[in-house]
């Protein structure tokens, strides 16, 4: 029996299946980006980007990273809740929302479930029908629970996608301003020493590239296609980025999930025309965007503020090969934070 449930654990995800599928094709995009590079450096021309010099292959793989940038402004995209933790919709309290107390939290849950309601815009990830009946579950559920609310509102509060379609205040989901800064500071020491490597690493590169006269318009795309593959890889295979740096638990609790767009363009700079001065302008923007919320809402990037984030809410499983980075150690000043 045993065996058969950690078989069960182990079964790949639809979420993890489609970054799978990502990566494979941008396996393909980059395996044909090196035989270009070798054989028909026009095909692989930032230059040529855009419709006047024909449809070569540039043009598909500017399709492919058009469709990937606009992908990180819907909050209904396919794509992990890493990216979607931005979105206040995605954010589901904890007891450290409530001022560190968990019966506070059930005690919420119960009276939203008691009276029924759900979110105008559940549909948003479920059909309304279909909230509207598990809602009814629900709550034939706890009124037959008897002494046993208490119990069945812990498992309740384990259903992820349940929880979002219920209704929770601003307040439910806010925490106090000292509990903003600690998480505001815990998330900048992550990420600087990413954008300090980050910056490091392109101008060795671009160092390199020019002292060899190896630079030209071929070359950035080239470098653009690895960065658009390897971005992948991280998600499904391994990332040096979490394991060198940031040490975070899996995608969920990345804090630059939506860096890549940026780090992909980066090589663009390079070989500027109109086209690709666009797509750098829109992963700036996707950039600022995600750095915006994260100051201002930085509750929503933090496990022990949003229940989406953690292990026992996960759907989605990405770390099914790569596993799990880090051990969760306990913030005593953060904790204290929250009961202030």
């Known amino acids: 029996m045993q065996a058969q449930v950690n078989t069960q654990r182990k079964m790949p995800t639809r979420m993890f299946m489609h970054y799978v599928r990502s990566l494979v094709i941008r396996t393909v995009l980059f395996a044909c980006g090196i035989y270009f590079f070798v054989c028909d450096r026009f095909q ?4 040529n980007l855009g419709i006047a010099g024909g449809f070569n292959f540039i043009d598909f793989v500017g399709i492919a990273l058009l469709f990937d940038f606009v992908s ?10 890493g990216s979607l933790k931005q979105y206040e919709f995605f954010q589901i309290p904890t007891k450290n929302t409530f001022g560190g107390s968990l019966d506070a939290v059930l005690k919420r849950i119960s009276e939203m479930i008691e009276t029924g309601r759900i979110k105008a815009d559940s549909w948003h990830s479920h059909p309304k029908e279909n909230i509207e009946q598990r809602l009814e579950e629900v709550r034939t559920v706890l009124f037959e629970a008897k002494d046993d609310v208490s119990k069945e509102l812990r498992h309740i509060a384990h259903d992820v996608d349940f929880m979002r379609a219920l209704p929770f205040n601003e307040s439910d989901l806010d925490t106090n301003s000292k509990a903003r800064h600690l998480l505001r500071m815990r998330r900048l020491k992550e990420i600087l020493p990413v954008a300090f490597f980050w910056i490091l690493l392109n ?20 470098w653009v296609l690895f960065y658009f593959w390897f971005d992948m890889v991280c998600v499904v295979l ?8 940031m040490r975070n638990r899996c995608c969920a609790t990345c804090q630059i999930f939506n860096w890549d767009a940026i780090m992909v363009a980066t090589p663009m700079l390079f070989a500027l ?23 201002f809402y930085p509750e929503r990037f933090a496990e022990e503020t949003n229940a989406s984030l953690s292990c026992a809410n996960c759907s989605e499983q990405l770390c099914l090969i790569r596993g799990k980075v880090g051990v969760y150690e306990k913030d005593v000043e953060l904790e204290e934070a929250f009961r202030a």
């Open 273 to 295: 025309n109109v086209f690709t001065g666009a797509f750098f302008a829109l992963s700036l923007v996707i950039l600022l965007r995600w750095e915006v919320k994260a100051f």
């Open 238 to 245: 391994w990332c040096p980025l979490q394991i060198i740096f």
């Open 44 to 47: 692989l021309t930032l230059e």
């Open 203 to 222: 101008a060795i590169v671009v160092v390199v590239a020019y002292a060899m006269g190896w630079m030209s318009p071929s070359l950035a795309a080239l």
């Open 72 to 81: 990180k402004f819907s909050s209904r995209a396919h794509i992990s809740i």
